[in-house]
């Protein structure tokens, strides 16, 4: 949640010091390519196979023998991590292209290439305290490796605020660019910079952290032992799925490229709706795969059945409202957030239209985080990547079939529609894996409760926020903070008179 919260502080200064402009787009590009590779080379795909064997070696043969298998990980992926960033370092023209074909012949995309050979290098950090993460959670050790983002986001505040007192102005360039050709530019250089350095703080973070809860790890020169060759093979059908969510954001940025301002506009409507899937959706799905595989090991499919009615239920209280107000006072929100300095009216109004767009989808992805534990539970991870393909082909043929008619917006509606396809095709496989998993009594009498308050609390914050634009437009801050209040009020009251949930309920879920 401080990450979350940081992030937004860090947000609201980048569109206020670079607006939706050329440097605000060549940012996007520059750090969505590090972050787009590193889902294939750390997080899921490696660490699915790093933690179980890691934690098999420290349970089974002792710190010593788990250390050595740590840094002969560390050091094989740390070598060819380098190598690929070198590679990628040459390359950059052509992944510019593949990201944002749009910016062809234009200043966006020279910025780009300059911005993305800076922060290519985060890729090797971030990857490596990836990995040093999964030894400190195998150890029991959470706190280093969760406070690690809030590092990133600390240092580019820092920038931000350096970039905007002036200091260094004279002696900061960018490639063959000059701080009088473009607005924003000396913000963006210090903030390319700044994720660079991000990323050496990280993976110093998490490596102090290991070498204090006793496991220290050295690189050494990498051999290819037959552990890490049984690791590749883990790892590979979790890289193939990380490619696919990949492949969704490479067409999304495609699309957007072809339009003045899209990237930036997505990017920020993005960090909004991903703040309850982020909190809600991934908490849900940590502490529900435990319990299913318990349930599951147990042959107890009845059990199983209620633990994800339960958390099915859990999730819609909170993200079926928060979808509501997303739609209904999309503006307002972009406006409070974003609209400063260098953000416009105009980039407001068409963050705020992505936004709506994105909170459609909302429900689906984060049920999604509800129905893949079951299959997980069950060692199948085959089918979940095979309805992920077929998601991949909705988000393509929506987004670029539907461009030439809504423009950028087709880019989030590509997203959307393909997080409820992806939604349904689980939901219809886990079915047939188990004919017991279905919706309870208490859930199907629940569900259109949570929709209806939430609809009519939508209702009444869309009326407040339509008044305040008309009578107080100038006090869009403590109007939202009120508007906010009372949406909350209306929807509680209503939940709870309707039988939605009852506060017990809510309490005994919050505390698991």
Known sequence: MASRVLGFLRDILMA??????????????AFTLPNMFRRFFAEGALNTAFVPMFAKRLEGEGSEEARRFAEDVFSTLAAFLIGFTLIALLAMPWLVLMLASGFDDDVRFGLSVVMGRIAFAYILFISLAAMLSGVLN??????AAAAAPVLLNIILIGALLLAESGVLKETVRLGGFEGSDLDGLHHGTL???????????????VW????????????????????????????FPAALAAGVMQ????VGRQVASYFDGALAWLWFADRVYQLPLGVVGVAIGVVLLPELARRVRAEDPAGANEAMNRAAEFALILTVPATAALIAIPGLICAVLYQYGAYTAADTRATGLALAVYAAGLPAFVLQKII????FAREDTRTPLNFALVSMVVNVVVAVGAAPLIGFL??????????????????????????????????????PRIVAASIAMGGVVATLAWAQAEWVPDLRIPAFIGIVAVGMAVYAALAVLTGAFRPSDLRASLRR
């Open 16 to 29: 206020a010091a670079l607006g939706s402009g050329p440097v605000a787009q060549a940012f996007v590009v």
């Open 138 to 143: 195998s150890l029991g050790r959470f706190a």
């Open 191 to 205: 903030l390319v910079w700044g994720v660079v350095l991000a990323g050496i703080a990280q993976m110093a973070l």
């Open 208 to 235: 102090v952290a290991a070498r204090r809860a006793g496991l220290p790890v050295f690189p050494r020169l990498p051999r290819i032992t037959p552990e890490l060759k049984r690791l590749a093979i883990i790892a």
């Open 247 to 250: 492949i969704n954001i490479v």
């Open 372 to 375: 893949q534990p079951a299959y």
């Open 410 to 447: 087709a880019a989030a509606l590509g997203t959307t529609l393909a997080g409820w396809a992806n939604l349904a095709l689980l939901w219809r496989g886990v079915r047939r894996l188990d004919a017991e998993i279905c919706i309870d009594a208490r859930l199907a009498k629940r569900m």
